[in-house]
């Protein structure tokens, strides 16, 4: 029997708390939000049904991070399910246990299998033992300088320093020679600490300029997993992802066969569950290599669901609440079922000073106007007249994605909804997402990972 929520909370804020709102009230849910003291007058608590406060003597970022007081408070208000979002506890495997201890289910995948992904050596070690192709590296933490310069020494330099619990784009050094990785080691071990609370850190062969290809899965509670076809994430800054888009055009049906071919296998050696995402670098001679799975939703789903039409959101909740993939609820028989249409393209639009190396801009928004239309699609944050961005969190204000039958048709619905925006009292990364859209390498998808870096009239 399923059981059918009446109460979820999100354990998140912004954009991302929106979101689960939504796709909560279209299953007849109702909505509980918890937000911290800097977070009182922010949009997303006013869109839920109930809204707490939280982390009262704690710092804006730690509130969120506080799993006692989050149980505490879904216990007391009667909820039957979190949803984690992306970022904060949503890789946590404590949080998702204590959630199953206390009879609350976890929106996501179980402690157990996010124990065995969550962290980035484990999980290629899972892959390598299904066949899956991964980075030349060591696969445990490098526990001295000289077992790195030993390793870069035999295969070779560039390398780069991965911390093993990193995420969005942290906690990364690429290192080019011996005097570097001596320099950087320190630097990344005490970085990987600060940022992540783990010390651990390893080491992999650096790939020049590949491109980023995920794939998009769903399981359900019954062993059943298909892959809902892959996203091109090439365009970043400094490892973090700044556009992306689906498909990947550039790629060959033999490399795309290939890359959700191997996704699948590692999501059925962990018996997932939920949506996760299984993340690849490709590289210029076509060969691919797994990099991590981000067991819960990302920032990026928006570009799947448009060119699917399936709502990876609502089906994380209706697997949660114990749906099969084939029930009339989520509707995906066997994979033949996903049949993706057109293209699809997200731009987040971010308080970033492009002409200021990306340096977050806060303060109050004075004007905020947004574009619309057909094959546009708005998920925004705290964006509206008179919201205050403030320094604690991420800069993300709005993603836009745009659908339509071909490529260049969605760069210019997005280009031409960029242009609509009217934002104004902070800087923002507008001009900068209109130069990639028009650029001609972009349209012909001829880019990789290195693509901002070598292209600087893009800072025009
Ligand atoms: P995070 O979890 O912080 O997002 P990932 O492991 O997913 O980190 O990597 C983010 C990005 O960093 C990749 O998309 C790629 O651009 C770059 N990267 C990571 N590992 C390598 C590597 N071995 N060689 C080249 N680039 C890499």
Redesign the pocket.
């Known amino acids: 029997m399923n059981k059918r929520f009446k109460k979820v909370l999100v354990a998140n804020r912004g954009e991302i708390a929106i979101r689960v709102f939504r796709a909560c009230n279209e299953l007849g849910i109702r909505t509980v939000a918890i937000y911290s003291d800097e977070d009182k007058n922010s949009l997303f608590r006013t869109k839920a049904d109930e809204s707490y406060l939280i982390g009262r003597n704690k710092g804006p970022v730690e509130a969120y991070l506080d799993i006692h007081e989050i149980i505490k408070i879904a216990l007391k208000r009667g909820v039957d399910a979190i949803h984690p979002g992306y970022g904060f506890l949503s890789e946590n495997p404590e949080f998702a246990r204590k959630c199953e201890e206390v009879g609350i289910e976890f929106i996501g995948p179980t402690h157990e299998i996010m124990e065995k992904l969550g962290d980035?050596i484990q999980s290629k070690i899972v892959a390598h033992n299904v066949g899956v192709p991964i980075?030349p590296?060591i696969e445990k933490s490098v526990y001295s300088k000289e077992e790195a310069l030993e390793y870069a020494d035999y295969c070779g330099y560039p390398v780069?320093l991965?911390a093993s619990a990193?995420?969005?784009?942290?906690?990364?050094r690429?290192v080019r020679n011996k005097e570097d990785l001596i320099k950087e080691y320190y630097s990344a071990k005490n970085e990987a600490k600060k940022a992540f609370g783990i010390e651990d850190i390893f080491i992999?062969?650096?790939?020049?300029k590949?491109k980023?290809i995920e794939v998009q899965i769903l399981g359900d509670k019954y062993g059943n997993i298909v892959h809902l076809y892959e996203r091109d994430?090439s365009i970043?800054r400094r490892?973090?992802?700044v556009i992306e888009f689906t498909p990947a055009f550039s790629i060959t049906e033999e490399q795309r066969k290939g890359i959700c071919n191997d996704a699948i296998k590692i999501a059925k050696a962990v018996n997932y569950r939920s949506a996760g995402t299984v993340?690849f670098?490709l590289d210029s001679s076509g060969n691919h290599y797994f990099?991590?799975v981000?067991p819960r939703i990302q920032v990026e789903h928006t570009v799947t669901e448009m060119v699917t039409g399936i709502d990876i959101v609502e089906s994380q909740i209706l697997i949660a609440e114990g749906y099969s993939l084939d029930s009339d609820e989520i509707g995906i028989k066997s994979q033949k079922d996903v049949k993706p249409r057109g293209y699809s393209i997200q731009c987040r639009v971010t308080t970033e000073d492009p002409l200021n190396k990306f340096a977050p801009d806060i303060g109050t928004i004075d004007t905020y106007r947004t574009g619309s239309g057909f094959g546009i699609r708005l998920d925004g944050g705290n964006g509206f007249t008179g919201s205050n961005i403030s320094p604690y969190y991420d800069s993300l204000l709005v993603k836009i994605t745009s659908w339509s039958r071909t490529f260049e048709d969605a760069a210019r619905k997005s280009s031409r909804a960029l242009k609509e925006l009217k934002i104004r009292g902070v800087k923002t990364n507008v001009p900068f997402l209109i130069n990639v859209l028009n650029h001609e390498d972009f349209l012909r998808g001829r880019c990789n990972?290195g693509f901002i870096a070598d292209n600087p009239e893009l800072f025009d």
Do not use: A, D, S, W
Not at 166 to 172: A, F, K, N
Not at 204 to 208: A, D, H, V
């Open positions: 980035k980075i590296g780069i991965k990193g995420g969005g784009g942290r906690g990364m690429v992999e062969k650096y790939i020049e590949p980023h994430c970043q490892h973090q992802k993340e670098l990099i991590e981000n990972t």
